[in-house]
């Protein structure tokens, strides 16, 4: 009669299987950080996951409350945009993601430039001719607030104060109605500004 097998067992995890799993582990967290751009993953709660989450209008909060010096040296305010939808971009210069997505944002920012729409750039921790020299390069030739201390990036709500770039989109009432973590696409804007425009 041929013997029965017993269960089988489980070598025990020595030093080399729990290298493994450390080294799988830290490539996982590699992979989301370049998911979620050029900031660090480690601040990213749940709520903050890589990727657009767009906001019910019953859900959406106050009117975001933001204003600052621009690249230019003037003054802008998101409450002279009222009425009008409103993109705000999170980049620098220093971001190689962002310089990935700037083509969306300049072609979704001419293809709407007759709707009630403005793009909004939000440069973070840079420097000021690192930036010119950079929109100046994409061709991107809307407002632009200069934020080097990143004092006002660390406002936004649902924007993780080390992931860049991301976006928020605004409805005419300048309430939160999405958010992008990570790079942005054509796609996802036009998906987001579409429905606040109707």
Known sequence: MAPV????????????AVGGIRARLAAAALAAAALAGCGSAAQTSPAQSVGLRVVPVAQRGAPLELAGTTLG???LSLASLRG?????????SWCTVCATESPALV????????QPVTFVGLDVQDVRSSA???????????????DPSGSLWATLPDVPHAAAPSTL?????????????????AAQLRSVVAPLLA
């Open 5 to 16: 097998a017993g269960p089988t067992r489980r070598a025990p995890a020595g030093p080399l």
């Open 84 to 92: 009008r939808v409103v993109v705000l971009n999170v980049w620098g």
């Open 107 to 114: 072609a979704s920012a001419r293809s709407l430039g007759g």
């Open 169 to 185: 989109v605004l409805d005419r009432q300048g309430r939160v109605a999405a958010v992008v973590i990570g790079q942005v696409t």
């Open 132 to 146: 010119q020299a950079f929109l100046a390069r994409i061709g991107s030739h809307y407002p632009q607030l200069f």
């Open 73 to 75: 040296g003037g003054h």
